[in-house]
């Protein structure tokens, strides 16, 4: 009895051993299987056909032969010498100029037109000639409100700015009032008062001018 199950056991062990045998070959030629496709795959006919279709093309290449340029032959313009003039040619064949183009060539260009001025430096010159009056008459006001300035404003410590404007020719001052008000009465009122009594002071000018000017009007 001992004997029948030792062999039974023995059978079943070397069943195993072969079973675990046969698992492990299955399972390696699986995995080799994959490397194997991939080799056999990753070869083209390309790396072998496409050299032998260059030699072709850079043998047929070679063998033709180049054209041959034709040169074309240079045309050579001929010089033509001008016909020698005769020399017996009387004065009276020779035609003179008219009357009207010799007096166009001798009357000389008028100065006047040459010399004018352009416009832009007529309109700069009468901008320094603005700003100019415009400096005096500004320094003509300030010295009159340093010297009148408003009793009000002075007992009440107040001070400020008054935006003037006016226009100004040969006939005076016209035309003035305040493009914006210091917010003070008496501070604005002196201002159009200021104009008024210096306006005889202004320098002289024959040209009409609209100034914009600011009376400021300041305790020290």
Do not use: W
């Not at 063998?63 to 033509?80: A, F, G, H």
């Not at 100065?111 to 415009?134: F, R």
């Amino acid at each position: 009895m001992k004997n029948k199950i030792g062999l039974v056991s023995g059978f079943m062990v070397s069943v195993f051993v072969h079973f675990g045998i046969l698992l492990f070959a299955f399972l390696f030629l699986k995995e080799q299987a994959p490397i194997q496709k991939e080799l056999f795959h990753s070869i083209s006919l390309n790396d072998y056909i496409v050299p032998q279709v260059e030699q072709k093309i850079e043998q047929s290449a070679a063998q033709i032969e180049p054209e041959k340029v034709i040169e074309k032959e240079q045309i050579v313009p001929k010089k033509v010498q001008p016909k020698p003039m005769p020399k017996n040619i009387k004065n009276s064949q020779i035609p003179k100029s008219s009357k009207a183009e010799q007096t166009a060539q001798n009357t000389p260009t008028n100065n006047a037109t040459n010399n004018a001025p352009p416009k832009e430096n007529l309109a700069q010159s009468l901008a320094k000639e603005q700003d100019k009056i415009a400096a005096q008459i500004y320094k003509i006001i300030s010295a009159y409100i340093i010297k009148n300035y408003p009793k009000d404003a002075l007992r009440r410590n107040q001070s400020g700015s008054v935006l003037v404007s006016f226009n100004y020719n040969s006939s005076g001052v016209s035309n003035a009032q305040i493009l914006q008000s210091s917010n003070i009465k008496s501070l604005d009122k002196a201002s159009l008062d200021a104009i008024e009594k210096t306006k005889h002071l202004f320098p002289k000018t024959n040209k009409n001018f609209a100034f914009t000017l600011p009376v400021r009007f300041a305790i020290k």
